[in-house]
């Protein structure tokens, strides 16, 4: 398969504890977008990656929240201290991000439950 | 920022029918407009895009018309099928500027 990977595809965890999702893009993809979507709304944007450089953080990542891709190819997204406000599904998704044709392409994403 | 209205939030026709889903948008500097269509826990994929410089594009029975003057979309789907029972999001932003801006979705049910 060579669309973007997500894993785990599930988390269950208790508040207050620290989880880390993985995202593997489109193996040539330049850009990496991490989402958020709740039940019965469209994907929010957090933050993306032009390569290893994190370009734009929404106001909605607050301090608990930290991402990374340090070789410009997977990414990791850390939320620390988990709420219950925090559980949602959380959607990667990658672009080529040149050429001015910039379609995102979605991974099946990790939902997150907070007990 | 760029906000995203879609309605109707619900749509339910007969097989065979059309369904119209339209969205606007309020950042006049958007350019690219996606589709999304997402089964029940699955993904989001793409099913048609359009840029600012094209009033409208066609594919087999998918087409979405764009008036950037209006700023707003539509989404046009005709002789449904079951299988396209599903949630679509319509989505804005600034080619090779990041970020996209969702609407909060429709869900599709087309009754066999």
């Not at chain 1, 957090?46 to 734009?56: G, V």
């Not at chain 2, 089964?39 to 018309?65: M, W």
Request: aromatic share 10%; proline share 4%; hydrophobic share 30%.
């Amino acid at each position: 398969d060579t669309g973007v990977s997500q894993d785990p595809r599930h988390k269950i965890t208790k508040r207050g504890q620290n989880v880390t999702f993985r995202c593997d893009p489109i193996s040539e993809h330049n850009r990496l977008y991490w989402y958020r979507q709740t039940l019965g709304q469209g994907p929010e944007f957090l933050t993306y990656f032009q390569n290893e450089a994190q370009l734009e953080k929404s106001r909605l990542l607050s301090d608990r929240f930290s991402a990374e891709r340090p070789k410009g190819s997977f990414s990791t997204l850390e939320i620390q201290r988990t709420e219950q406000g925090d559980s949602a599904m959380y959607l990667c998704a990658s672009s080529l991000g040149s050429g001015g044709l910039d379609t995102q392409y979605f991974g099946p994403g990790t939902r997150l439950t907070v007990l | 920022g760029e906000n995203v209205e879609q309605h109707p939030s619900t749509l339910s026709v007969q097989e065979g029918d059309s369904a119209v889903i339209k969205c606007t948008y309020s950042d006049s500097a958007s350019n690219y407009f996606p589709w999304y269509k997402q089964e029940l826990g699955k993904r989001p994929q793409l099913i048609i895009d359009i840029r600012s410089n094209v009033g409208e594009k066609k594919d087999q029975r998918i087409a979405v018309t764009l008036n950037k003057t209006a700023k707003h979309f539509s989404l046009h789907i005709t002789e449904t099928q079951p299988e396209d029972s599903a949630v679509y999001f319509c989505a804005a932003s600034k080619a090779n500027a990041g970020k996209s801006t969702f609407g909060d979705g429709t869900t599709l049910t087309v009754k066999p």
